[in-house]
């Protein structure tokens, strides 16, 4: 009896996918240095990229230190990492990532990479706004750590084309 009243507030308060809508994987790498040479973590991510595109039949989207997994029929996904038919986020990222560290451990020996991940169904729609809006992302962090590494400073708030 305890047991399906505590499954149940959980279930409630944990956010449920859809099996309908766009699935998205974004796994974030904390404090990875940008090279690109083989063996690298940008080849690894690359490397990563190829794989699980291919074996879940999505896209991926990387650049600097983040991935993103546009899945727009998710159920490969559920079926391959879940025993039943109710999509949780917390299962399906923890999961994934497992899956995605293992590839990438293997792919990467340098050092041990910390991952943030999310996951979240969106609207067919909106999936190109979700690519231009991490594309900023991404050329932001490119622009602050070159600021960085050539030690270039009081660059302030600026908008990203004039820091650039």
């Not at 009896?1 to 944990?14: A, G, H, L, R, V």
């Not at 309908?20 to 990563?48: E, M, P, Q, W, Y």
């Not at 025993?83 to 293997?106: L, R």
């Given at each position: 009896?305890?047991?399906?009243?505590?499954?149940?507030?959980?279930?409630?308060?944990?956010m449920?996918?859809?099996?309908?809508?766009?699935?998205?994987?974004?796994?974030?790498?904390?404090?990875?240095?940008?090279?690109?040479?083989?063996?690298?973590?940008?080849?690894?991510?690359?490397?990563?990229?190829?794989?699980?595109?291919?074996k879940?039949?999505?896209?991926?989207?990387?650049?600097?230190?983040?991935?993103?997994?546009?899945?727009?029929?998710?159920?490969?996904?559920?079926?391959?990492?879940?025993?039943?038919?109710?999509?949780?986020?917390?299962?399906?990222?923890?999961?994934?990532?497992?899956?995605?560290?293992?590839?990438?451990?293997?792919?990467?020996?340098?050092?041990?990479?910390?991952?943030?991940?999310?996951?979240?169904?969106?609207?067919?729609?909106?999936?190109?706004?979700?690519?231009?809006?991490?594309?900023?992302?991404?050329?932001?962090v490119?622009v602050?750590?070159?600021?960085?590494?050539?030690?270039?400073?009081?660059?302030?708030?600026?908008?990203?084309?004039?820091?650039?």
């Open positions: 009896m305890w047991i399906d009243y505590f499954n149940e507030i959980q279930k409630k308060y944990t449920k996918l859809s099996s309908n809508k766009t699935l998205v994987i974004r796994l974030d790498g904390k404090d990875v240095t940008k090279d690109s040479h083989k063996g690298s973590f940008l080849f690894a991510l690359k490397d990563a990229a190829k794989y699980f595109s291919k879940y039949g999505c896209f991926a989207y990387c650049g600097t230190d983040e991935i993103s997994f546009i899945l727009e029929n998710p159920k490969l996904l559920f079926e391959d990492i879940q025993s039943d038919t109710s999509y949780f986020s917390q299962e399906t990222i923890s999961v994934f990532s497992e899956y995605f560290y293992d590839f990438f451990v293997n792919a990467y020996k340098d050092r041990k990479i910390f991952w943030h991940a999310k996951c979240f169904s969106i609207p067919t729609e909106k999936i190109n706004s979700y690519i231009k809006y991490r594309e900023k992302i991404i050329q932001n490119i602050t750590y070159f600021l960085k590494k050539n030690n270039i400073r009081n660059v302030g708030n600026e908008k990203l084309n004039k820091r650039i």
